[in-house]
C-alpha cells in the first residue's frame, strides 16, 4: 500500500464519505481487534485489494484513501475473539456491511458459510467456521448523493388534515397499466403520472410505505420460491433496497420524493429500528453481529450468548448503547434531510423505547433523543405501540408529539359492524378520538392514528368476505397470521354467487369506510381497499410478491371508489370531523348545540343507562357546527356545518326520530350506506320524523337552514 495514498482520516462522520478527492471510511466497533477494508471490482466478484485501517478513536476505526471514487464495492472483515459465551461472534473470513451504507450493489446468495459457525454442528454456534462468503454477498457502495431538488418544498401537511395511505411500492405499481414495464415496482414506478394522479383524486394527503431499506429475503422463504416481500427483515438502515430502483438508489428515491412532493403529498417510511435481518444466535453474520455483537444487540443477562428477542424475530437492537443509538438518529436524520422524507412510521415501536428496566415512555434514550433533535422533532412520527416483550403493549403511552397506529380503534369497530352486542361505549370513544387513551400532555385526538385495515391482516373486501384465514400459499400449513380478524363473511365463506350477500358485503365494506373517514383523529387507508381489491383471504400476505399482494388496476370497483372519494371530501370540506380539539360534550360558544350529543332512536339524549345495554347495536350522535377547529397553518378558526350521524350494525331496521329543530331546521341526507347509489343525496326530512335506518346500514345527515352545504354542491356539480 502507497503510504501516500492511505492516510490516517477522520473517525467522524462514521460510514463511506466522498469529499471530492478521495474517500474517508469509519466504522464503530468497541471490542475488535482489527479492520480490514475490502475493496471489490466494478460487479463486485473480485476483491482486488484489502487495506488494514490504520486508526482507532474513541472506539471508531478509520483510515482515508485519497484515489477512491463514487461507485466503489467495498466490506469490511473484523477480527476479533469468536466467543458466543461472552457475547463476541467475531469471524473474519465473514464478508460484513457496512452499517453505514448508502447504497448496495447484488443480492445477498443463501450459503452455509454466511453463518459464522459449522451449520449442523454437535456444538451449534459455539465453533467458528472458516469459510469464506464474500462471493456471496451484495456489496456496499461509495455515494455521491448530489442531486438538483430544484423548488422541492414539503407540503407540511398539518396532522388534522393527514389522510394516510398505507402502501408496498412493488405492491401499488406492479400491475398499474399507466406505468412503464420497465418502472413497474420501482421508487420511478411510484413517481409516474398514473399512480400519482390516483393518489391526487382519491385526496389522501400522505403515503406510507412499507420497508424500503436494504432487506434481506430469509432462507427459508427463499427455498420454497418466495420472498420476504413487506420488507421488515432490515440489514442496512441508510441505504434502499436495490429491489426498488432502476438507476441508482439515491437518484430514483429522490426523484420520487420530488414528485409526490409537487403533488403536495407527504412521504412517510415504514422503519424498522427494533431488529435486523441476522435473527437469533443460529442466524447468519452480515454485518452487525460480526462488527460488534455484544454493543449492537440486547444480549441476555448472565448468559449473552442469547438475544433478548423483544421483536419475535430473534434479536432486539441495544438502543441504550450510545452509538446503536447515534446509528438510529443518524439513519433518521439522513432519511429526513438527504432524502427529504416527512415522517417516520415505527415498526414494533415499544422495542425501541425499552431501557435497562423495561419500556420506558418518559425516560427512554431514544424517545428522549427524537423528541429534542431539531430535525425529527418536526416531522410526522408514528408508533406501532407494541412488541413481543411481555409489559410490550402501551397504547396511549407514547410522549406528546407522536401518533400511535390505533389498534383498539380497529378491533371495535370491526366488532361493532359485525354485529356484536354491547360495544357503543368504547364505540363511542374510539369515534371521538380515544380520549380516554389519548387526552394527556397536551396531546390532540391527531394522536390516535385509525385504521380498519393495514398490510397486516385482512383487506377491507376479505374483511367482509371470509370468516377465517386462507394462508396456504405462504407454505406454512395456515398457521401463519392472526386468527383474531373480528371479520364477519355475511353469511358464506369466500367469493359468493349470491347477489343478495355481494349487496351486504359492499354495504358492509361501505359503513367500515365511512366509519373510519368520520372518525376524529388521523383515518389511515390500506391502498386497494378504495378498489375493492382481495388477497383471496390471505390475512398474512408477507411472502406473496405476485398477485396476492399486488394492487388489480383492472378489476376496480368503482362505485366503491366514487364513494371513498365523497368521503374524503366530506371529511376535507367540514372541519367537524377533524377537530383539533377533544369533543367534550359541552356547549358551543354563542349556540345552543354541544359539540356532540349522544342520540337514542327516540332523539332523546342517551343517559348512562342507554349506554350499559348489552344488546345495543346501534349509536347516532349529532357533531355540532360553529366554531369546529383551528386551521392549523393559519392559526384561524373554522366554521363547520352540523351533522347527525347513525350507525345500526343490527340485523332489522332501526327508526330514528329526528332530532329537535334546535339542531337545524331540517336535516338533509348527505349518503345512507343502505343506498345502492351511494353519496347522492336523498331527500330532506324535517326534525321530529322518524328515519328508517335499514339493516346493517350508516347515514349522515347534515342540518341545513337555507345556506349552501356540501349537498348542494354535489348536486351542482362542484363535487368530487
Given at each position: ?591 345552543v348545540l354541544k359539540d356532540i350529543i349522544w342520540v337514542t332512536p327516540e332523539g332523546r339524549e342517551m343517559t348512562q343507562a342507554d349506554w350499559t345495554l348489552p344488546y345495543a347495536r346501534s349509536l347516532g350522535f349529532v357533531l355540532g357546527g360553529g366554531v369546529a377547529g383551528i386551521d392549523e397553518p393559519k392559526g384561524l378558526e373554522e366554521a363547520g356545518d352540523t351533522f347527525l350521524v347513525l350507525m345500526n350494525a343490527y340485523h332489522e331496521s332501526v327508526p330514528y326520530i329526528l332530532p329537535p329543530a334546535t339542531l337545524g331546521q331540517a336535516w338533509e341526507v348527505v349518503f345512507d350506506t343502505a343506498e345502492t347509489q351511494t353519496g347522492l343525496p336523498s331527500g330532506t326530512w324535517a326534525a321530529g320524523i322518524t328515519y328508517a335506518l335499514r339493516p346493517r346500514s350508516l347515514a349522515v345527515l347534515r342540518g341545513v337552514s337555507g345556506g349552501r352545504g356540501f349537498v348542494r354542491d354535489i348536486q351542482e356539480g362542484n363535487g368530487p
Amino acid at each position: 500500500m502507497n503510504a501516500r495514498r492511505l492516510l490516517p482520516g477522520s473517525p467522524n462522520p462514521l460510514g463511506a464519505t466522498w469529499d471530492g478527492n478521495g474517500v474517508n471510511f469509519a466504522l464503530f466497533s468497541a471490542n475488535a481487534q482489527r479492520v480490514e477494508l475490502c475493496l471489490f471490482d466494478s460487479r463486485g466478484q473480485r476483491e482486488i485489494e484489502r487495506v488494514v485501517l490504520p486508526e482507532y478513536t474513541d472506539q471508531i476505526w478509520h483510515g482515508y484513501l485519497q484515489d477512491v471514487r463514487p461507485g466503489q464495492l467495498y466490506g469490511y472483515r473484523v477480527w476479533g475473539p469468536y466467543d458466543p459465551n461472552a457475547g463476541h461472534r467475531f469471524n473474519p473470513h465473514k464478508l460484513l456491511l457496512d452499517p453505514y451504507a448508502k447504497a448496495l450493489s447484488g443480492e445477498l446468495t443463501w450459503t452455509d458459510a454466511h453463518f459464522g459457525f459449522r451449520v449442523g454442528g454437535p456444538r451449534q454456534d459455539l465453533v467458528a467456521d472458516r469459510r469464506d462468503n464474500a462471493r456471496f454477498m451484495p456489496k456496499c457502495r461509495v455515494l455521491d448523493t448530489a442531486f438538483t431538488w430544484g423548488d422541492d418544498r414539503r407540503p407540511a401537511v398539518p396532522w388534522s388534515r393527514t389522510i394516510v395511505y398505507e402502501a408496498h411500492v412493488r405492491g401499488l405499481t406492479m400491475a398499474h397499466p399507466g406505468v412503464p414495464p420497465a418502472y413497474r415496482g420501482s421508487f420511478l414506478g411510484l413517481a409516474q403520472p398514473g399512480v400519482i394522479g390516483h393518489l391526487k383524486s382519491l385526496g389522501v394527503t400522505s403515503i406510507e410505505l412499507l420497508p424500503i431499506q436494504a432487506m434481506v429475503d430469509e432462507r427459508h422463504l427463499v427455498e420454497k420460491g418466495l420472498r420476504n416481500f413487506w420488507g421488515y427483515n432490515t440489514i442496512g438502515f441508510f441505504a434502499a433496497d436495490p429491489r426498488y430502483y432502476v438507476t441508482s438508489a439515491h437518484r430514483d428515491f429522490k426523484s420520487m420524493v420530488q414528485r409526490l412532493h409537487e403533488a403536495g403529498i407527504e412521504v412517510i417510511l415504514d422503519v424498522v429500528y427494533n431488529h435486523t435481518a441476522e435473527g437469533n444466535h443460529l442466524g447468519p453474520t452480515l454485518s452487525f453481529r460480526g462488527i460488534d455483537n455484544a454493543s449492537y444487540y440486547v444480549l441476555r443477562a448472565g448468559n449473552p450468548r442469547w438475544y433478548e428477542n423483544y421483536s419475535g424475530c430473534g434479536n432486539t437492537l441495544n438502543l441504550t448503547h450510545p452509538r446503536v443509538l447515534q446509528m438510529v438518529m443518524d439513519s433518521l436524520r439522513y432519511w429526513a434531510e438527504e432524502m427529504r422524507v416527512d415522517g417516520f412510521r415505527f415498526d414494533l415501536a415499544s422495542a425501541l423505547a425499552r431501557g435497562r428496566n423495561g419500556f420506558d415512555s418518559g425516560g427512554s434514550s431514544f424517545l428522549d433523543a427524537v423528541r429534542q433533535d431539531p430535525v425529527l422533532s418536526r416531522v410526522k412520527l408514528i408508533s406501532e405501540p407494541w412488541d413481543l416483550g411481555g409489559d410490550g403493549y402501551r397504547l396511549g403511552r407514547f410522549p406528546p408529539g407522536w401518533s400511535e397506529w390505533n389498534g383498539r380503534y380497529r378491533d371495535t369497530v370491526r366488532r361493532f359492524w359485525s354485529g356484536e352486542g354491547g360495544m357503543i361505549g368504547d364505540l363511542a370513544s374510539r369515534l371521538t378520538g380515544s380520549a380516554d387513551l389519548f387526552s394527556w400532555g397536551g396531546r390532540r385526538p391527531t394522536a390516535s392514528l385509525n385504521f380498519v385495515t393495514c398490510h397486516d391482516g385482512f383487506t377491507l373486501r376479505d374483511l367482509v368476505t371470509y370468516q377465517r384465514k386462507r394462508n396456504e400459499a405462504n407454505g406454512e400449513g395456515n398457521a401463519d397470521g392472526t386468527d383474531s380478524n373480528y371479520s364477519w363473511n355475511c353469511g358464506h365463506d369466500g367469493e359468493s354467487p349470491y347477489p343478495e350477500i355481494t349487496a351486504l358485503r359492499q354495504r358492509q365494506a361501505r359503513n367500515l369506510f365511512a366509519t373510519l373517514l368520520l372518525s376524529q383523529g388521523v383515518p389511515m387507508i390500506l391502498a386497494g381497499d378504495e378498489l375493492g381489491r382481495t388477497q383471496n383471504g390471505n390475512n398474512n400476505a408477507y411472502c406473496q410478491d405476485n398477485a396476492i399482494g399486488w394492487v388489480d388496476w383492472n378489476n376496480v370497483d368503482e362505485e366503491m371508489l366514487a364513494f371513498v372519494r365523497i368521503l374524503i371530501k366530506l371529511r376535507r370540506d367540514n372541519p367537524v370531523f377533524r377537530r383539533a380539539r377533544f369533543l367534550e360534550g359541552k356547549r358551543l360558544p354563542n349556540l345552543v348545540l354541544k359539540d356532540i350529543i349522544w342520540v337514542t332512536p327516540e332523539g332523546r339524549e342517551m343517559t348512562q343507562a342507554d349506554w350499559t345495554l348489552p344488546y345495543a347495536r346501534s349509536l347516532g350522535f349529532v357533531l355540532g357546527g360553529g366554531v369546529a377547529g383551528i386551521d392549523e397553518p393559519k392559526g384561524l378558526e373554522e366554521a363547520g356545518d352540523t351533522f347527525l350521524v347513525l350507525m345500526n350494525a343490527y340485523h332489522e331496521s332501526v327508526p330514528y326520530i329526528l332530532p329537535p329543530a334546535t339542531l337545524g331546521q331540517a336535516w338533509e341526507v348527505v349518503f345512507d350506506t343502505a343506498e345502492t347509489q351511494t353519496g347522492l343525496p336523498s331527500g330532506t326530512w324535517a326534525a321530529g320524523i322518524t328515519y328508517a335506518l335499514r339493516p346493517r346500514s350508516l347515514a349522515v345527515l347534515r342540518g341545513v337552514s337555507g345556506g349552501r352545504g356540501f349537498v348542494r354542491d354535489i348536486q351542482e356539480g362542484n363535487g368530487p
